[in-house]
Structures are given as C-alpha cells and as structure tokens.
C-alpha cells in the first residue's frame, strides 16, 4: 500500500471514531439528563394572541380565543367580552361556571361602580372601582374613561388577580377606533356618531312589517371592533 492511500485510510478511520465518540457523549448526556434530572425541556409555549375590543378611542386588550357574548341570561359561560349582550335581558339566576373570565363595555358606570381611586391612561383621567370578590367566589372590578364615556367591567371566577390584570390591559387609541354602542340610538344619531369618530356610513334597507322606517336593525362590523379612521361601518335600516 503506497502512503498517500495509507493516510487516506487512516482519515477516515479518524473520522468514523470521532462521530462514534461525539454520539456516545450525546447518547450519555441524554441519558445522564433522562434518569437524573427529569425530563429534556419541552418547546417554549406559544404566547397568546390578543386582539383589541372598544368603544371610540378607549379599548382594552383580550385573548383572541375569547368569544363574543357567550353568555346566557347575561352570564358568561366561558371566556368572553360582552358587548351590547342581547341575552342580558333574560333573568334565569344562571351560576357562573367555575374558571371563566369576562370583560363588559358600557357607556355608563355597572351597577355597584364606586369611585375608589384615579389615574391617566394615555394622558386620559380613568376612575377606578377596586376588585372585590362575592361569597359565590366571583370576583369583578370596573375602570372607567368618563370623559370618553367608555367604562371596563372585569369579571373572573378564577381570582381577583385575574380581574385585575385584565384591567391593566386599557389604553386610549389616538389613531384606532371601536365601533361604539348602539344602545339607545337610532339610526340617524348613530351614523351621526360615527361620522364624529371618522369612520365612514354605508347604508343597507331592510322591509318589515313589525319595525318602523328607520329602526337601526344591523351594524357591520360588529360594535367593539376596532378600525382605522377612514373604515367603512355599515348600517341595516327598515325602509
């Protein structure tokens, strides 16, 4: 055998004993990490995706998984926002589930709101009701942004802490908007109301032969959606 072929099988003779050494270190590590200090770490969790819900310039930050008014008689019965809850007419005295959270926009202070303290959100004053817990163990606080006439209710039968950091999730939008509220409204003042916050009004009729002219019966997209000024809403009105 001349030298060069003799070098080049001693290379690769170097090699294949490197790769066997650096898998037995491995293999070693693995098992060293697997029966003497628990399990390999598993992948990072996923952060979670919020979205925004308000009304006007004030919103407040929500997972995105939560639902919209999945609620019955006014009561959530898993993690939502209610926003103009249709089902808050009914009155079934519904216990709340056990590990649920919510947050309620309103255009005025909930029932029970007390005035325990104040603060700015984004240059804006916000009155503050502290959290409390009842003996059902549901516990809720509100902030309110009265000069934008937006008021946060949080609720959670997980903890007050849950309550608590929803509530720290607040902000004043200079160049968003929230869909506002449609209650108490009729179609002329509503659209009136949008057009003030820069959103742009598109119309739709609808017949009817119970509702009278005019009746706002649909908004699109749904209030506490919350768009860039210029965003078209749209308006189902009875003709």
């Not at 996923?46 to 308000?54: C, E, L, S």
């Not at 216990?95 to 959270?101: A, G, I, K, L, T």
Request: aromatic share 4%; net charge neutral; with cysteine.
């Amino acid at each position: 055998m001349d030298q060069p072929e003799l070098r080049d099988r001693l290379a690769t003779a170097a090699v294949v004993v490197t790769v066997v050494a650096v898998i037995g270190v491995t293999n070693a590590l693995a098992a060293g990490r697997g029966s003497g200090t628990g399990p390999l770490p598993g992948p990072e969790p996923a952060p979670i995706v919020m979205r925004q819900v308000g009304y006007g310039h004030a919103a407040i930050a929500v997972p995105r998984v939560w639902g919209t008014n999945v609620s019955r008689c006014g009561v959530p019965r898993r993690d939502t926002v209610l926003i103009d809850d249709p089902s808050a007419a009914g009155d079934c005295d519904l216990p709340r589930p056990e590990d649920v959270s919510s947050v309620e926009l309103a255009t005025a202070p909930p029932v029970g709101f007390r005035l325990d303290d104040t603060f700015m959100v984004n240059g804006v004053r916000a009155e503050r009701s502290w959290t409390t817990c009842s003996d059902d163990d549901v516990c809720w606080g509100a902030v309110g942004l009265p000069s934008l006439k937006v008021w946060f209710r949080a609720s959670s039968s997980r903890s007050a802490a849950e309550v608590d950091q929803i509530l720290s999730r607040i902000a004043v939008l200079r160049d968003r908007v929230g869909v506002p509220s449609t209650q108490s409204l009729d179609s002329a003042a509503y659209a009136d109301q949008l057009r003030r916050l820069g959103l742009k009004v598109e119309f739709r009729t609808r017949t009817s032969v119970v509702s009278k002219p005019g009746r706002l019966v649909g908004v699109s997209p749904e209030p506490g959606t919350v768009l860039a000024p210029g965003d078209a809403v749209t308006l189902t009105v009875i003709k």
